[in-house]
């Protein structure tokens, strides 16, 4: 595999809109985004921002009501235990063999993903891990809602993953709709986030030198480009508190897309660069909030690094880099931050 630094500059272009935010907001803490939203990338002010309240249940990313129910903190903390166990379980299984994960990601690692997680589940429910569904979600609730009407749900004992099994105890139809969308929410974002995350560090810096440590190509993938580019916290009464700059009527937008490149926290902080991470603690690093803040980490931190770390063994191990055709990637506004299709191929000498 040739090093590193034979390997010709890719470049990244993002959307119109990110690539606003980062040629005239890197380097500053507070300013204006829209009348009503104040766009917030220092570290300090976003540490008091986020330690100020706790995140409403419509600010939380994944256990948002659904259907018009409430999810407490109690159901979202089982359901998160739910998946952990069913991930723990993927990991202990043999190691995946003979499996070809060249082509376009993150699309290839997304249905690795979904089938090593959940591939015992029946069809109605792995369906719900379609990237396709993303299109729009009307087209979302019309599969759930045909899954839930159709007959041979799931029984309680049948050989299924926790999460389905949770799902098999529903009952009648709005019971049925509404464990197929909690089905969705807690596993769409550990196939989604990982599969990208993945893809994002293999476009920043593949092929990569064989002592560099997963674990720091991920950590440096999250920096340069976080899935989880911002965290938004409605209007409310502490934050003007917390800086004058920022109205009672105002809506705060918390970006790590710029405190993760902001030159008074980092070294050459847009190159990639995995290294840094051998004297750095992701946990303390100032302005690195991939996972969000230390009040409130992201429910599946503990499932990303060690999921990542596999798909990249298994990457590396096939001798898989980018296409070396490929040098533009583009990188789309969505709700998760990455590069749209980095086309993975076997390298040859």
């Known amino acids: 595999m040739p090093p590193p630094s034979a ?5 990244t272009v993002f959307s119109p809109r990110l690539a606003a935010l980062l040629d005239d907001h890197v380097g500053q803490d507070v300013f204006r985004l829209e009348p ?9 002010v976003a540490d008091r921002v986020l330690a100020a309240r706790r995140a409403t249940e419509t600010e939380r990313p994944t256990f948002k009501p659904l259907h018009g129910h409430s999810i407490s903190r109690g159901e979202a903390s089982g359901v998160t235990r739910t998946i952990g166990n069913d991930v723990r379980a993927a990991l202990a299984g043999p190691a995946p063999r003979d499996v070809d994960l060249s082509g376009s990601w993150p699309s290839k690692g997304h249905l690795f993903l979904r089938d090593l997680i959940l591939g015992q589940d029946p069809y109605r429910l792995r369906l719900l891990m379609s990237r396709n569904l993303e299109l729009t979600p009307k087209l979302t609730w019309t599969v759930i809602a045909l899954g839930a009407a159709l007959p041979g749900w799931p029984r309680p004992g049948e050989r299924l993953t926790g999460l389905a099994g949770r799902a098999a105890e529903a009952t009648g139809y709005q ?51 976080p899935p989880s580019w911002n965290i938004l916290r409605n209007a409310s009464p502490e934050y003007p508190a917390v800086d004058d700059r920022i109205g009672e009527h105002d809506d ?8 993760h490149r902001d030159p008074g926290l980092w070294d050459d902080p847009d190159s990639f660069r995995p290294e840094r991470w051998k004297d750095l603690d992701p946990d303390t ?11 409130e980490r992201c429910w599946g931190r503990h499932m990303v690094l060690p999921l990542a770390e596999l798909l990249l063994d298994l990457v590396r191990g096939a001798g898989l880099v980018v296409d070396p055709a490929q040098r533009v990637g583009k990188v789309p506004l969505l709700g998760l931050l990455g590069v749209e299709d980095v086309r993975l191929t076997h390298h040859r000498a």
């Open 7 to 11: 390997v010709r500059p890719r470049t």
């Open 36 to 44: 009503d939203t104040i766009g917030v990338a220092g570290y300090e």
């Open 175 to 225: 019971g049925r709709r509404y464990a197929m969308g909690m089905y969705r929410r807690a596993a769409a974002p550990v196939c989604f986030t990982i599969s990208t995350l993945v893809a994002n560090a293999l476009w920043l810096g593949s092929p990569f030198d064989d002592s560099t440590p997963n674990r720091h190509i991920i950590h440096e993938s999250l920096r340069l480009l």
């Open 252 to 259: 705060v937008l918390l970006l790590p897309l710029l405190s």
């Open 285 to 295: 690093a100032p302005g690195y909030l991939p996972f969000g803040h230390a009040s």
